[in-house]
């Protein structure tokens, strides 16, 4: 396993520092972790690889999660490990997004895409997403999350241990290589590790499609020519680099949401049953300034991935052949134009 970067107060200062692998330092945090082990790192399986995979059967229904905008169910196993099973629009980009945040040494979800599986006990009228789940109990077409890994706490963007370091710069551009227009400090999570405390950005679900919200119009996710036809360098000087995700939320598609309370908005479309306004005007400022030498790094980083790696991060979410190479080449000529800086 490789090493990782310890951060101490010092004299009032935060000092990184790197400790090798293995060590059982107590007190350091993790956000990201050298990937030595890159070009062999296994993109169809993802960071829990095949060893943790769902099995093929044996899953019993727990309770449906309402959280959030995609529909989930809680699952557990035969010896009563759960599972948070995500179907809608998000599984499959999510799925793509762990394995490509993984591949370049950040700490993701176990995540794995399963086309189809049968779990006992499912309600016969689930309140969202009946038309992922057969009348015997199969889901389709889900992303499976393993849910064994114990989580501390969250943490914020704007105010972590990271601030300023290239780490942190890397994961800005990675999120918005993705498109990734949702990424609210609820969905930033601390996990116990090995030794460290892993911070990690989770619900990768909102990428490979817009780079911003359309509410109250569906936001596409996971919709190649979306992907293919929105911006992603948007600035470039001797110091910084902008980039176009996250985006400003327009309303319908054409109307900057205002920036009033997020409770103003949300509140009326809960009553009448629609799906809330995102909260997420805040978070442009995560893809804007980003330091160009923090963006130089992370185009690196990406351009040691293969063609194969890239290719079987799409083909872990059961994309079509077109699909797979469409998104894929895509996703390549962003790497090539962050290496290009």
Do not use: C
């Not at 692998?21 to 993790?30: C, D, N, Y």
């Not at 794995?112 to 199969?138: A, C, I």
């Not at 490979?208 to 996971?222: D, E, I, L, M, N």
């Not at 080449?329 to 290496?339: P, Q, Y």
């Amino acid at each position: 396993m490789a090493g990782y970067t310890k951060i101490s107060v010092i004299g009032g200062l935060l000092v990184a520092s790197a400790l090798p692998a293995g060590s059982e330092e107590k007190t350091g945090v993790s956000l990201w972790r050298d990937p030595v082990d890159m070009a062999n790192r296994d993109l169809t399986f993802g960071a829990g690889g095949e060893q943790r995979a769902p099995g093929k059967d044996g899953y019993e229904f727990v309770e449906e999660d309402l959280g959030g905008v995609s529909p989930k169910y809680v699952v557990k196993d035969s010896g009563g490990l759960k599972w948070k099973v995500k179907v809608g629009e998000e599984a499959r980009p999510e799925t793509v997004a762990t394995r490509l945040v993984w591949a370049v040494g950040y700490s993701t979800d176990e995540d794995y895409f399963v086309p189809s599986m049968r779990v006992e006990k499912m309600p016969k009228q689930v309140r969202r997403g009946r038309e992922f789940v057969s009348p015997d109990g199969t889901i389709r077409d889900a992303r499976w999350e393993r849910m064994d890994q114990k989580k501390l706490g969250e943490w914020k963007w704007i105010n972590n241990p990271f601030n300023k370091t290239r780490e942190l710069g890397g994961l800005r551009v990675l999120m918005a290589m993705l498109n990734n227009y949702d990424m609210k400090d609820s969905q930033n999570s601390v996990f116990e590790g090995e030794g460290v405390r892993e911070y990690r950005v989770g619900d990768l679900g909102a990428t490979f499609g817009q780079s911003g919200s359309r509410w109250p119009k569906a936001s596409k996710k996971g919709d190649f020519e979306q992907y293919r036809q929105s911006a992603f360098i948007t600035k470039v000087t001797g110091k910084y680099v902008n980039f176009a995700a996250p985006a400003w939320p327009m309303m319908l598609g054409v109307i900057p949401t205002p920036p009033v309370p997020y409770p103003l908005l949300s509140a009326p479309m809960k009553l009448f049953g629609r799906s809330p306004a995102p909260d997420v005007a805040g978070q442009r400022w995560i893809g804007k300034g980003v330091p160009l030498e923090h963006a130089r790094w992370m185009g690196a980083l990406l351009g040691k991935l293969s063609a194969k790696q890239i290719r079987d991060a799409f083909r872990a979410a059961h994309y079509s052949p077109e699909e797979v190479e469409d998104f894929s080449r895509a996703v390549e000529k962003r790497i090539a134009e962050l290496k290009a800086l």
